[in-house]
């Protein structure tokens, strides 16, 4: 918005510094970090009053969690809501990309939201049946897909200008990866501040990517695929690392707030959705192998114990089942940062091994 009142100001000084991409992702990322420190007391203590009980905490989990009955849930609310109001003074409004995201971010969010409300309000763990979230998720995924996608190609990393055709299947493709990334990073947010550090980081990876896909130079000399005008999702990565660090600032042990589902749906369907619009689809299965650990143990645990009765892991997501070997819950979640900062910089790898 700032973007296009400068131009339509003619203001040769901010018109010029408000073109660089860099320059206004750095300010949306300042915008989102302040806005959310300034309205989270805020927002923490109208949860509070409202929910009461906070977010149900399972009987069958870690005993450690029972503590943390009443914390209140859905700080997706305050993450979205600086996320976008960071966003909107710096985007440039012309842009589908950004709007793909608003998109999936509001809609997932509010899918999350209603799953949130439901639990909150009956104090029970079901929500929202899953069928009708799914539906709702694919929907949504759908016109996003619509939207960003120009060709249908799969690009493989690590490889130059090599990529699997796949026509129009390549929409299904999409709105699975964006789907599958919104429930993924939801399965991850068990712990306190487990979820947000690595979105942050796999947004900041995401930041780099898009910025180098958007530029035809940057692009042709580490032959991967140019999208132009996809730099604009280095503004988007980079307001929502701002609105998720001030989100880290009340998440961080001991929790003043969860986000919910309402911001693990949104943050994860907004990560999907950056990496189809960049064609780096399998890359955010590398920067965000965390979040498919997570998935994959869920799968894994239901499908071995509805065939045998058995467990492979003796709780799922898997960072509960460190839980259950002995590790404490800041171990399990600063471990888990630092796999996720390795994976990043093997997804940033791919780049240049091209």
């Known amino acids: 918005m ?24 750095g300010a949306s990322l300042l915008t ?10 805020r927002f923490i203590n109208m949860l509070r009053m409202r929910q009461g009980k906070g977010q149900p905490i399972r009987e069958d989990g870690p005993q ?6 009443g914390t209140p849930t859905m700080g997706g609310l305050m993450i979205v809501t600086a996320l976008v109001l960071g966003l909107l003074l710096w985007m440039d409004l012309s842009s589908r990309y950004v709007w793909a995201c608003l998109i999936v971010t509001l809609g997932f969010g509010l899918i999350g939201f209603m799953d949130d409300y439901d639990k909150v309000t009956k104090y029970a763990h079901q929500g929202v049946p899953a069928k009708v979230r799914l539906l709702l998720e694919f929907v949504i995924a759908g016109i996003a897909a619509w939207l960003v996608v120009t060709e249908t ?8 200008n090599l990529y699997i055709p796949l026509g129009p299947f390549y929409f299904v493709f999409a709105a699975f990866v964006i ?31 898009a910025y180098l896909a958007g530029r035809a130079d940057y692009a042709h000399y ?3 695929p140019h999208v132009p005008g996809a730099g604009e999702l280095a503004i988007y990565c980079a307001a929502v690392m701002g609105a998720g660090l001030a989100f880290l600032w009340f998440n961080a042990p001991p929790a003043a707030v969860f ?17 189809v619009a960049a064609h780096h689809e399998i890359v955010l299965a590398i920067v965000g192998g965390l979040f498919v650990m997570e998935a994959v143990s869920v799968i ?55």
């Open 222 to 224: 580490l032959g991967i």
């Open 300 to 354: 894994v645990q239901v499908f071995v114990y509805k065939r045998t009765g058995k467990r492979v892991f003796r709780m799922a997501p898997i960072h509960h089942h460190f839980e259950q070997l002995g590790w404490k819950e800041s171990t399990v979640v600063i471990r888990f940062w630092i796999v996720s900062i390795v994976l990043a910089l093997l997804g940033l790898a791919t780049l240049k091994v091209r």
């Open 32 to 41: 989102a970090l302040l806005i959310g420190l300034m309205i989270g007391p």
């Open 179 to 209: 789907v599958g990334a919104g429930n993924a990073v939801n399965l991850t947010d068990g712990l306190d501040g487990l979820a947000i550090m690595p979105v942050i980081i796999a947004c900041g990876t995401f930041a780099i990517i």
């Open 2 to 25: 700032l973007y296009l009142l400068a131009h339509w100001l003619h203001y040769e000084g901010l018109t010029n510094l408000f073109r660089y991409q860099s320059f206004r992702a």
């Open 64 to 69: 450690s969690h029972l503590a943390k009955r």
């Open 259 to 275: 986000m919910g589902d309402t911001g693990s749906l949104a943050l994860g369907g907004t990560l999907g959705v950056i990496a």
């Open 153 to 160: 190609n799969l690009y493989v990393p690590v490889f130059s």
